[in-house]
């Protein structure tokens, strides 16, 4: 069975300070990989997908970017936090035109 | 862009009684998808919907997809404080990627 993994599940950072955030899914094979924030009560944000290894779409210019440096592997990173970029980092797959399946997320708080 | 609106954003209703919510689009959907979130957790995908007024129902949920495929609705019979949590429509963008345009969501809380 297909199983998604996000780490860490909360995190604390002051703002300037760099983002590193994982996802990596297991028991699937080239899946469609995105990146979602949600504020606090609010909607999912698309911020990027990816389609296969190397390929990242953005959805939302903003100080974040992604990378997928295997084809399961998400990557979502900032080199200078600002206090704008709290949220909760959500990250999912699917395959083809179907569901999309979520991690457990990420509550990232900027100080 | 696209514009998904759910209406109500927050509903309160006692144990029992039923509950729905609205998903309307300005313009023709593909298909719509279905999401709960528990409070602090993650979305979880709850079904598809495809064809023009089709109308799908899993235990006391009931989907429907309107004849012009412009809004859907779900609506659950008797609620239980299980059924606590935010309910997303979705919409599938058939281009690249396969990726979901989230309606606003509702809010809907369980009174005992």
């Known amino acids: 069975s297909q199983t998604i993994h996000q780490w860490p599940a909360t995190l604390v950072q002051p703002v300037g300070s760099p983002l590193s955030l994982e996802c990596t899914v297991e028991?699937?094979?080239?899946?469609?990989l995105y990146w979602y924030r949600q504020a606090a009560g609010r909607g999912l944000q698309l911020l990027f997908y990816s389609v296969g290894i190397g390929q990242i779409s953005s959805e939302v210019p903003q100080n974040l970017s992604a990378s997928r440096p295997q084809d399961r592997q998400f990557i979502l990173s900032s080199k200078k936090l600002l206090l704008s970029d709290s949220g909760f980092y959500l990250c999912a797959w699917s395959v083809s035109y179907s569901e999309q399946y979520f991690g457990p997320g990420t509550r990232l708080t900027v100080t | 862009g696209q514009q998904v609106m759910q209406i109500p954003q927050y509903q309160h209703v006692q144990e029992g009684e039923d509950f729905t919510t609205y998903c309307n689009s300005s313009?023709?959907?593909?298909?719509i998808q279905w999401y709960k979130q528990r409070p602090g957790g993650h979305p979880v995908f709850l079904i598809q919907?495809?064809?023009?007024?089709e109308v799908k129902k899993q235990k006391r949920l009931t989907f429907q997809f309107g004849e012009a495929k412009k809004n859907s609705s779900l609506h659950i019979t008797a609620t239980q404080t299980t059924d606590v949590g935010t309910y997303f429509c979705?919409?599938?963008?058939?281009?690249?990627?396969?990726?979901?345009?989230f309606g606003t969501g509702t809010q809907l809380k369980v009174e005992l």
């Open positions: 979705a919409e599938t963008f058939t281009g690249g990627g396969n990726k979901l345009t």
């Open positions: 028991g699937t094979s080239n899946p469609n």
């Open positions: 313009t023709t959907l593909s298909n």
């Open positions: 919907l495809v064809k023009s007024g």
